[in-house]
């Protein structure tokens, strides 16, 4: 079967100079290709002056180990951006197994108090709170930020690392959650 390309093929049937042949692609359709490459799901929380707050977020991955550094990417109508900005300070905590539940309440709509009241929490050298049962959690300071359409792209400098006791992940892909273990 040949693979289906959307939007690329149709725009080049059309002249180079007219508006259709801008082969930009729909917002659906960059969705549903993005729904097909899997990402790893964490909950990025904060806390300090401007309160605690936290989101699901799989727009997370490692920009440079000189020095340690992760970029996350938060949408600037998030009920957190506000706390995120002000704050200063995150924390990425890394999803496992049996971690779905907690995914969907920090994926929107919930308020801030229920979605924290689902889980354990420390806290970390930046105040930022730090899941318990993590498979690991990234706790950083904000050290630049870059506006991009309708998200920040966040950098942040990794002040220390919390590795939990088993290695298992949880994956995002199809719309739908996989668990990950490292023992198979
Ligand atoms: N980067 C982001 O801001 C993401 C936001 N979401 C939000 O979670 C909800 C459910 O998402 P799905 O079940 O995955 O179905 P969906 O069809 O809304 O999204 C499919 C995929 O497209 C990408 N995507 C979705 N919204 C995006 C956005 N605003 N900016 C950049 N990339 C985006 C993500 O890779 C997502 O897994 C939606 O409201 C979606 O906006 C989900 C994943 C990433
Ligand atoms: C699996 C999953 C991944 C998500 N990834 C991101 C992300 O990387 N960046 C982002 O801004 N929002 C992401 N979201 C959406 C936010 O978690 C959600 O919009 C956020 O909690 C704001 O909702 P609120 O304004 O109701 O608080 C994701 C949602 C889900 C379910």
């Known amino acids: 079967m040949h693979p289906q390309v959307i939007a690329a093929a149709a ?3 059309l002249p180079a100079d007219s508006p259709g042949a801008d082969p930009a692609l729909s917002k ?3 969705r549903q290709a993005m729904s097909r490459l899997g990402a790893a799901v964490n909950i ?3 806390d300090g002056a401007a ?11 490692s920009v440079t180990d000189e020095p340690p550094m992760l970029l996350v990417c938060l949408n600037r109508n ?6 995120v900005k002000a704050n200063g300070v995150l924390c990425v905590n890394a999803l496992g197994a049996g971690h779905q539940d907690l995914s969907n309440l920090f994926g929107g709509k919930t308020p801030m108090v229920d979605r924290f009241a689902a889980a354990q929490w420390a806290s970390g050298h930046t105040g930022a709170p ?3 049962g993590a498979p690991v959690a990234f706790d950083c300071r904000v050290v630049g930020c870059t506006s991009v ?4 792209v966040l950098f942040c400098a990794v002040q220390a690392v919390i590795l939990g006791e088993a ?13 990950l273990d490292a023992a198979h």
């Not at 309160?51 to 991955?61: H, K, P, Y």
């Not at 359409?149 to 920040?152: K, R, V």
């Open 11 to 13: 725009a080049s049937q």
């Open 78 to 83: 998030a009920s957190v951006y506000d706390a």
């Open 28 to 30: 659906a359709d960059f």
């Open 149 to 152: 359409g309708t998200h920040d």
């Open 51 to 61: 309160g605690r707050a936290g989101f699901t977020a799989s727009a997370v991955c």
């Open 44 to 46: 990025v929380t904060t």
């Open 167 to 179: 290695a298992h992940g949880l994956m995002y892909f199809g719309r739908k959650y996989h668990e």
């Open 130 to 132: 730090v899941l318990t």
